[in-house]
């Protein structure tokens, strides 16, 4: 089976960075993703990954290793906006089919 | 562009009802996607479609019947309605790129209760 673990939740202080750390298990890999969802919204593309390395887009980043089947998604100088839950998400084995995560809800405190 | 527009935004059914879910796109895009999304989870996939007239099952298609007669629209039926279909169902689409990034693009979501 297809599978994602990321951590249920996670508290940081405005201005500080936060990492959310997502492991995965699929029969194929095509590339990770990363979503954020504030509360009563639709989920919206944050960042990807196809291949080893950190992609940056501007105050968010996102790492991949995919001999360890584990991403991370780096969040810098928080603000309270950034308070939502972040979803990553495989496409495993089938190039546009993905596969979520539960998500990490993020809560910055002031 | 008005992106992905799904309708209606709120609805209660009762046990045995149907109900067509829709979802329109017009940014052209060939993949388009159901899922459902229960409080506090992520998303589960319910039917996809790569184009009009092809369709295929998701993680949790049971209960759902889905048809892609164009580009645009990717309507989803339930036929007899069950408490356990409460959720939020969201639409998305995706434009085809081999080996590269195709972020999907989200409607904000249709709040369905079964009572």
């Known amino acids: 089976g297809q599978s994602l673990e990321q951590p249920s939740e996670v508290t940081a202080v405005e201005g500080a960075i936060v990492q959310i750390n997502c492991t995965y298990q699929t029969s194929g890999f095509y590339g990770l993703s990363w979503y954020q969802q504030h509360d009563g919204g639709a989920p919206t593309f944050l960042s990807y990954?196809?291949?080893?390395g950190l992609e940056e887009t501007g105050r968010f980043s996102s790492f991949l290793s995919r001999s360890d089947s584990y991403g991370y998604l780096l969040l810098q100088e928080l603000q309270m906006k950034d308070s939502a839950s972040y979803f990553c998400a495989v496409r495993g084995d089938s190039s546009y089919k993905l596969i979520f995560g539960s998500g990490t809800r993020l809560l910055v405190r002031p | 562009n008005a992106g992905v527009t799904q309708t209606p935004k709120f609805r209660i059914l009762k046990i045995g009802q149907s109900m067509t879910l829709q979802c329109t796109q017009d940014m052209n895009h060939n993949y388009m996607y159901w899922y459902r999304q229960d409080p506090g989870m992520g998303l589960k996939l319910i039917y996809y479609s790569v184009g009009a007239g092809i369709t295929d099952k998701g993680e949790v298609p049971n209960g759902y019947n889905v048809s892609r007669s164009t580009t645009e629209d990717f309507p989803l039926r339930l036929e007899l309605a069950a408490p356990s279909q409460t959720s939020v169902y969201f639409c998305?689409?995706?434009?085809?790129?081999?080996?590269?990034?195709?972020?999907?693009?989200f409607g904000d979501g249709t709040r369905l209760s079964i009572l």
């Open positions: 990954n196809a291949l080893d």
């Open positions: 998305a689409s995706s434009y085809p790129r081999q080996g590269e990034n195709q972020p999907q693009h």
